[in-house]
Nanobody
């Protein structure tokens, strides 16, 4: 069974940093899109960042551009999200997901494998 396991969440003050990791097992990791999504209480889940199989394609939601960096280590089957200058509004449960690389991009509706989520809380 495919597994995506996130780690690295926690509590931090505004302006601080966190690094999320996602380890993939029993999955065609190196040929897949990988992405980070988040969901805050009372809000819909949103895509935060995604990365293509080789790392050449990346996409970020506007609210995190310049602050977050997505990366992957295919040799370790691990996805990362470096989050700097965190804001209170970044507080959410962050999910790692895997999907299909299609037409040189990572369409959000093609992410079909999900981790259990990790909580990120940013206080003022």
């Amino acid at each position: 069974q495919v597994q995506l396991v996130e780690s690295g969440g926690g509590s931090v003050q505004a302006g601080g940093s966190l690094r999320l990791s996602c380890a993939a097992t029993r999955y065609s990791y190196s040929s897949s899109c990988m992405g980070w999504f988040r969901q805050a209480p009372g809000k819909e889940r949103e895509g935060v960042a995604s990365i293509g199989p080789g790392g050449g394609y990346t996409r970020y939601v506007d609210s995190v551009k310049g602050r977050f960096t997505i990366s992957r280590d295919n040799a370790k089957n691990t996805l990362y999200l470096q989050m700097n200058n965190l804001k209170v509004e970044d507080s959410a449960v962050y999910y790692c997901a895997a999907g299909v690389y299609s037409r040189s991009s990572c369409p959000p509706d093609l992410f079909t494998v999900w981790g259990q989520g990790t909580q990120v809380t940013v206080s003022s």
